[in-house]
């Protein structure tokens, strides 16, 4: 697998991105903000990326396709359209997306969030995506989430099923499906479960970790890799098995330290286990 973090220092040209990547001992990165870029500036990042070896993880797609407001809908649908262009231009592994919301926040929670409705606009949303732009070179996915589909390897394997489509590939953030003690204590065996049905459609991952606080009601904070109960000798262990270029993003941060401290720890159990990142 190939490890990578957000960047916090200067992306703005082709060389100063490869140089805040490979600062921090990264092989991936994600792809910096390009969706007004010129045709000749988008060919620079990617010739310098595959000159220094660096994959491109993840081309974002953050809005919302499924909001119940159409105006909103419809403009989230070509957002997602131009990035998958745009994911396809560049060789990412995937461009990617949530679901969204048909409440009012576009990535909180909903009563119809979990509605066969809901299940069948997000089949025929993604595969409006997909046709708009029939990519060659890329995949379009949707991170895993606690209060919409895809929330669980199951739900996963059935969108997979339901779109039907070549050019529809999975995102795993194995924390955004952690919301109940039971699973928190017994994460290493989610994580099994989903690589085990869906390994073999995963392009990209998210790194982060999670902790349990000892108080009413249930109480879930995301806190930075290894500061929380995430089994991550598992989780690498699983990502080990897969293609070589399959991604690792470290992401939410809010400092530079705090992705010195999260990729130290994350190499520091990969050592343990013997696995190249």
């Not at 649908?77 to 995937?94: F, I, K, M, N």
């Not at 949303?125 to 890329?138: F, H, K, N, S």
């Not at 085990?196 to 606080?213: E, Q, S, T």
């Not at 699983?238 to 809010?254: A, F, G, V, Y």
Request: overall charge negative.
């Amino acid at each position: 697998m190939r490890l990578g973090c957000q960047l916090f220092g200067d992306t703005s040209t082709p060389e100063r991105w490869v140089g805040e990547v490979l600062k921090g001992g990264f092989r991936t990165a994600v792809c910096p903000d390009l969706k007004d870029a010129s045709d000749d500036v988008v060919r620079a990042y990617v010739r310098a990326a595959e000159a220094n070896d660096i994959t491109i993880s993840e081309v974002g797609a953050w809005s919302n396709p499924i909001s119940a407001d159409e105006s909103i809908r419809r403009a989230a649908l070509a957002h997602c359209q131009a990035q998958l262009a745009l994911s396809d231009t560049v060789g990412a592994r995937c461009c990617v997306n949530i679901a969204g919301s048909r409440g009012e926040q576009w990535d909180g929670p909903d009563p119809d969030n979990f509605s066969d409705d809901t299940f069948a606009l997000i089949v025929d949303t993604v595969r409006e995506i997909i046709d708009a732009v029939r990519p060659t070179r890329t995949y379009f996915a949707l991170e895993t989430m606690p209060w919409v589909f895809p929330d669980s390897a199951d739900t996963y394997l059935a969108l997979l099923k339901a779109i039907d489509r070549k050019a529809f590939a999975v995102h795993f953030d194995p924390v955004n499906m952690i919301s109940s003690p039971r699973i928190y204590y017994n994460n290493g065996e989610l994580i099994r479960d989903f690589f085990a049905k869906l390994g073999p459609y995963i392009r990209n991952c998210h790194a982060k970790d999670i902790k349990l606080a000892s108080k009413l009601t249930v109480h879930l904070d995301e806190v930075i890799p290894g500061r929380g109960a995430l089994d991550y000798r598992v989780f690498l262990s699983e990502l080990n098995k897969l293609d070589p270029d399959t991604s690792l993003i470290i992401e939410h941060l809010h400092a530079p330290e705090e992705g010195e401290e999260a990729a130290r720890y994350i190499r520091g159990v990969a050592e343990r286990l013997t696995i190249s990142l």
